[in-house]
């Protein structure tokens, strides 16, 4: 299975957009990339998720390099209910998926 | 569309005893993953079942075991319970319908959160 890297913790101010990189260099062509976060305590929740191209929905834009060696999360205005732990998933097709320890973003009044 | 439920929410056990958790699964979902979190060991997965069978299985001893219904509905099972199973016990589901978009996303219920005493 394809590892992802993701720095450990990360702030972010309130208001401003908040940019979670993985790097994902191993990543094969039919891997999705996934990305969860987890609010302290509850179940992890979706976000967003794709194969190559960039991506974008009610929560969050992802940012997929050409090489598809890394992606990146965009939060374009991050708000205190957006603390959470995110995880960036690579996935094969028909295979389960594999949390990381995830990025820690804490956004700051 | 009611979410993924698990019961119990909260349960003590001593050392020895055994535990079954349950998972109910978003209505439409064939798939129910199980994962272990722990605050050392961060999120892992147990193990996933599909059309009753279990698929996937990670790297736990024997004594988690798991099984699901006809309804899709699963349990898991902890034998024999070490301190160390301490931990909150998450359950997910997906639809599993080919790679279409959002039919392999997982929707996790809140949790089971054991303690060992």
């Known amino acids: 299975d394809a590892k992802t890297t993701q720095p450990t913790s990360m702030d972010c101010a309130e208001g401003r957009a908040a940019n979670l990189p993985c790097n994902h260099s191993?990543?094969?062509?039919?891997?999705?990339v996934y990305w969860y976060r987890q609010i302290h305590s509850q179940g992890p929740q979706y976000i967003i998720h794709?194969?190559?191209n960039n991506e974008t929905n009610e929560m969050a834009s992802l940012i997929i390099t050409e090489d598809r060696k890394s992606s990146t999360l965009i939060l374009p205005h991050a708000t205190l209910r957006d603390t959470a732990v995110y995880y960036c998933?690579?996935?094969?097709?028909?295979?389960?998926?594999?949390f990381g320890t995830g990025t820690s973003l804490t956004v700051i009044p | 569309k009611a979410g993924v439920t698990q019961t119990p929410r909260y349960l003590i056990k001593t050392r020895g005893q055994q535990v079954t958790l349950s998972c109910s699964p978003i209505?439409?979902?064939?798939?129910v993953s199980w994962y272990q979190q722990t605050p050392g060991q961060g999120l892992q997965f147990l193990f996933e079942?599909?059309?009753?069978?279990?698929?996937n299985k990670g790297n736990f001893p024997g004594r988690f075991s798991g099984r699901q219904f006809s309804n899709s509905r699963s349990e898991m099972n902890v034998s024999t319970l070490e301190l160390g199973d301490s931990a909150l016990y998450l359950c997910?589901?997906?639809?599993?319908?080919?790679?279409?978009?959002?039919?392999?996303?997982?929707?996790f219920g809140a949790g089971s959160r054991l303690t060992v005493l």
């Open positions: 997910a589901s997906r639809r599993v319908a080919g790679e279409a978009r959002g039919a392999n996303v997982l929707t």
């Open positions: 191993t990543i094969s062509g039919n891997e999705y």
């Open positions: 794709g194969l190559k």
């Open positions: 998933i690579v996935r094969p097709a028909g295979n389960q998926f594999y």
């Open positions: 209505s439409g979902h064939r798939s």
């Open positions: 079942y599909f059309s009753e069978t279990q698929r």
